[in-house]
């Protein structure tokens, strides 16, 4: 992937651009108002014109059709907003997914990561699980997907077709009970669709999509289906020799799930040889897990940190340069919004992208 970015001015007065050139992964961070998300969707106008498709998962609102304060070309051209409920994203099915090595997950892998993740997301008990785990099983057998409803449907059928006590056999009244049990819980589910079978067509040709996550509040449901979603649009990616490259930005990245992996940990190790690449945008890095994720990215924006932050970020600028790093300390403290430190392990630069919206 070969791209061509704008930022905006260095101190000289001239023009900086970043031409990455295969690795595309870039972190953001800075305090709140500094220019994050503005740059963000500046960027992302750039993007649109380079034959990439772009998607923005957007839990502010901060890249709606109507946000305030954004540069004056906002939204790119044809842009699709989306929401994460919607039948066009693979949200609510389990397909199976391209491992690491590229070999896809077989049937029987692929019931029980569906079942680990449903697992995990209700703190289901170990029958519960294993039960899951063999009506996820049998819906995969039925069809070549794993959607939501498919589950729960499996699930209501087998609570309606219970014969009276003393008619069933111990197994059968275990089944219909762990099935009563579930069904309150995959209630939330619902919410999210069977996936439509050309979910994928638009992402492979160039175009921007904004994915509005606003709506679902409980950070555990949205970790899970952002995974479902990222594995599955991974998956679609690696095994398509021909759509155009993929960037995925990620604003407010601080609750998303980065350990060891993960997809997105996956995306910022392997991304590059898929032509996927990350952008993520942070105010503070939550965890190790992600400070060591985000540290695989090819260049960084920092914006001003919050005061704890800024020898942090100085050690970063300047690592084995003691003068450099009292220079990027008192300047990083000096910076105003729209102002930033470009490094892409080369010396750092100081660029200036304040915009006048005349
Ligand atoms: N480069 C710029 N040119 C012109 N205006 C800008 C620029 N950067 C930021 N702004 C203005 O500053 C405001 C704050 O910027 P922005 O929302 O991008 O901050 P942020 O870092 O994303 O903050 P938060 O972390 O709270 O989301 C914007 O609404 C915009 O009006
Ligand atoms: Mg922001």
Known sequence: MKLQIHLGVGLDGEAVTWEPNGNVQLAITGQSGQGKSYKLCDMMLQLSTQGVHTIVLDGSGEFGPDASGKPAAWPPRGTRFLDISSPELPVGTFFPWAMPSGKMESMEQCARRAAGTLKQLFHLGGNQYSYLKKVCASCLADSQELSFSWITESLTETTQSAQPAGECTP????????????????????DFPDTNPHWFQPFATPGTTVIDIQDVLDPYLLKT????????LWTQKVRSHTGCPLVLVFDECQDLNFKSGSILDRILRKGRKYEIAGWFSTQWFKDEAMTKALGQTAADIFFRPALRDCKKTASLLAPN????????????????????FFYDREEPILVDGWERKD
């Open 321 to 340: 340069d003691r003068e450099l790093y009292e220079a990027c300390l008192e300047a990083l403290d000096s910076l105003r919004p729209g102002q930033f």
């Open 171 to 190: 197994e059968e009244s275990t089944e219909v009970k762990l099935a009563v049990s579930l069904l309150p819980k995959l209630d939330v589910l619902s």
């Open 225 to 232: 289906i952002l995974e479902i979603l990222l594995g599955n």
